[in-house]
């Protein structure tokens, strides 16, 4: 890969957004929903940095989707954070938003290198 993770518009999105969970969160007291959101949030732009500085691009094709699953992963729990009360809905909303739109984008950028390794 010629450019770097950093330079990726859904590396830097999904980073925004796991800070955006951390922030969200910081207040909750139950510290094993809190946990395990903010891991799923942090998988994402880990697993883009990861991938990216893997050998081949079969192994960055494989911690994109990684990541990809880690955005659903993300989203399911945001749900169960609002119906909870530990997120008002529209913050909630907010993320999970993001959340798909990052997961669109690292779909897109498996789509591309797959048809860049053919």
Do not use: H
């Not at 922030?23 to 891991?39: E, M, N, P, S, V």
């Not at 399911?76 to 938003?97: F, K, S, V």
């Amino acid at each position: 890969m010629s450019k770097s993770f950093e330079d990726l518009d859904v590396w830097q999105r999904s980073r925004v957004l796991a800070v955006g969970v951390y922030r969200a969160l910081q207040a909750c007291k139950d510290y094993g929903f809190r946990d395990q959101i903010t891991r799923a949030a942090v998988s994402i732009p880990s697993n883009i940095a990861e991938g990216a500085e893997r050998i081949t691009r079969k192994e960055f094709v494989q911690f994109i989707g990684y990541a990809k699953g880690s955005a659903g992963e993300l989203r399911t729990q945001l749900m169960i954070a609002a119906d909870l009360g530990y997120l008002t809905e529209n913050i909630a909303a907010e993320l999970a938003c993001e959340s798909t739109q990052i997961s669109k984008m690292l779909f897109g950028l498996i789509q591309s290198l797959k048809k860049t390794s053919t």
